[in-house]
């Protein structure tokens, strides 16, 4: 009896420490997550982003679905699953911070298109990039404040 008591009681302690461990890393994680939001690690030294205010109150959109996997304006393959964007002025590989007025997310993205083509529009984000930021799911647009990502 004695045999089987001691290999179950060293497994319960183990599997107890290894799950507080566990969340503990999980919390510390996601705390480091939100404070990198808006740093840049070159060389792993985290550098502070600064931003020059460009535009205030744009009309931004999403791109659809049906352009997932498509050429870019700058060559790339477009991916609604990363953070990017068009814009019709902004030289391509320009970061950018979107920032929804209404709830204060924001996210940076990567200008690697030209475009949007409709009249009142200044900036197509990527679907996941506009997910993040927007307030009302249902819409399709929302208006943004842009800042340009200086380093």
Do not use: C
């Not at 939100?34 to 205010?53: C, G, M, N």
């Amino acid at each position: 009896m004695k045999k089987i008591i001691a290999p179950t009681l060293l497994l319960f302690i183990f599997v107890f420490f290894a799950s507080s461990f566990t969340s503990e890393r999980m919390a510390l994680h996601a705390k480091a997550k939100k404070t990198v939001q808006d740093t840049l690690k070159t060389d792993s030294i985290p550098v502070r982003l600064k931003y020059k205010p460009y535009k205030k109150a744009v009309h931004a959109s999403y791109y659809h679905d049906r352009f997932n996997g498509r050429k870019t304006a700058s060559g790339k393959r477009f991916d609604n699953s990363k953070l990017t964007a068009a814009h019709k002025k902004l030289p391509f590989g320009t970061a950018i911070r979107v920032t929804n007025p209404v709830n204060n997310k924001s996210v940076v993205v990567t200008v690697i298109d030209r475009g949007p083509f409709t009249r009142g529009r200044e900036i197509d984000l990527s679907k996941k990039a506009f997910m993040e930021i927007a307030h009302a799911k249902g819409r399709g647009f929302i208006n943004v404040n842009l800042e340009i990502v200086k380093e």
